[in-house]
């Protein structure tokens, strides 16, 4: 398949006391499959909340400013990376892919919608990967995809992800209001059997392989993948 000549700009995104080699395998997954599927990649791993280096407690703070403040563009993270993107990207063309993990997917979120609002990208996908839930704005809900960890059973297993909220009030005609639990959820949601726990959706070694050989990061960009299928 030949590769377009116009690339996809992907930048993974970093979460709370993060390695800096963290993204190395997702990184060289991701642009083989891409290029594979005729898309040329050009990948940058940011981190929004800054490394493993710094203060656990001050990137948890951080994290919690970018959830809480409903449509309202992001306090810290997301602003972090709108300020590491803002330059470069009004000179580049085509698709933007954001892929978040843990905190990471906020700062993603946020960041996309301040560079939309702002006419800087128009053609672009968000993925969260378990992260905290951020209240999406309807007009991008399409536009955003949210993956979890789930046990045996199906079942949610992963905490950092019943953290937030997408819920809020609807109304239809003159019935009294109720409370949606998915109001402002990402337009698609899937749960992934990834084994171990919130940190290992990216793991592609021993003991993070099932018993049919799959290993976490080949399930989690194997979802990610199929969801940009109609996309890419």
């Not at 007009?139 to 809020?168: A, C, E, M």
């Not at 976490?216 to 960009?221: C, M």
């Given at each position: 398949m030949a590769v377009q000549s116009s690339p996809l700009h992907v930048y993974l995104l970093a979460g709370v006391k993060t390695t800096t080699c963290a993204f190395n395998a997702c990184k060289e997954k991701l642009e083989t499959q891409l290029r594979s599927e005729g898309v040329d990649p050009v990948i940058r791993v940011l981190f929004p909340y800054g490394d493993c280096s710094r203060s656990v407690i001050r990137q948890v703070l951080e994290v919690r400013s970018d959830l809480s403040n409903r449509m309202r563009a992001g306090r810290i993270g997301g602003r972090n990376v709108w300020e590491q993107l803002k330059d470069s990207v009004k000179d580049e063309e085509g698709r933007f892919l954001l892929i978040g993990h843990s905190g990471g997917g906020?700062?993603?979120?946020?960041?996309?919608?301040?560079?939309?609002?702002?006419?800087?990208?128009?053609?672009?996908?968000?993925?969260?990967?378990?992260?905290?839930?951020?209240?999406?704005?309807?007009?991008?809900?399409?536009?955003?995809?949210?993956?979890?960890?789930?046990?045996?059973?199906?079942?949610?297993?992963?905490?950092?992800?019943?953290?937030?909220?997408?819920?809020?009030?609807?109304?239809?005609?003159?019935?009294?209001?109720?409370?949606?639990?998915?109001?402002?959820?990402?337009?698609?949601?899937?749960?992934?059997?990834?084994?171990?726990?919130?940190?290992?959706?990216?793991?592609?070694?021993?003991?993070?392989?099932?018993?049919?050989?799959?290993?976490?990061?080949?399930?989690?960009?194997?979802?990610?993948?199929?969801?940009?299928?109609?996309?890419?």
């Open positions: 906020a700062a993603a979120y946020q960041a996309a919608k301040m560079l939309e609002e702002n006419g800087m990208i128009r053609d672009f996908r968000v993925v969260q990967v378990g992260s905290p839930r951020t209240p999406i704005h309807p007009r991008l809900q399409d536009k955003v995809s949210y993956f979890h960890s789930i046990d045996r059973d199906g079942k949610q297993n992963d905490p950092i992800t019943r953290i937030g909220t997408w819920g809020g009030w609807i109304r239809k005609g003159r019935s009294v209001p109720r409370w949606s639990r998915f109001k402002y959820a990402p337009g698609y949601v899937e749960g992934i059997p990834v084994i171990g726990g919130h940190a290992d959706y990216f793991r592609n070694s021993e003991p993070f392989v099932d018993t049919e050989a799959v290993c976490n990061l080949d399930k989690t960009i194997g979802r990610v993948g199929a969801w940009l299928k109609g996309w890419l």
